[in-house]
């Protein structure tokens, strides 16, 4: 938690964090399942995102939207479904092979 309380520079912090952490997923996966992104969303990700929200509850649109877009980012990484919107691309299941 930062020490001046700025709820957006926290938001700031938090989804830089997050998406270097989902920089890393994506580089580091040659086969991308459905599941596994999920887990590691959740493992990984969510916590970032979730710490002391209670506290610092982003109430401007500008830091909601910040943290809408590090889970949007995520839904991205499921290649082969850029036609969809977030939902759908969660939906459809299966591997994706990457070109790495």
Same mark, same amino acid.
């Given at each position: 938690?930062?020490?001046?309380r ?9 989804t ?20 596994v &992104?999920l887990k +590691?969303?959740? %493992? $990984?990700v ?8 209670? #506290?610092?509850?982003?109430? &401007?649109?500008k +830091?909601?939207l %910040? $943290? ?9 990484? #499921?290649?082969g ?9 969660l ?8 070109g790495?």
């Amino acid at each position: 938690m930062n020490k001046s309380r700025k709820v957006s520079l926290q938001v700031r912090q938090v989804t830089g964090k997050a998406n270097g952490i989902l920089s890393s997923i994506s580089k580091g996966m040659k086969y991308k399942y459905r599941e596994v &992104l999920l887990k +590691d969303n959740k %493992a $990984l990700v969510r916590p970032h995102l979730e710490y002391c929200e209670q #506290f610092w509850s982003p109430y &401007l649109r500008k +830091d909601i939207l %910040a $943290l809408e877009a590090v889970q949007r980012r995520f839904t991205r990484l #499921f290649p082969g479904r850029e036609g969809f919107y977030c939902e759908g691309r969660l939906s459809r299941p299966g591997p994706v092979l990457t070109g790495v």
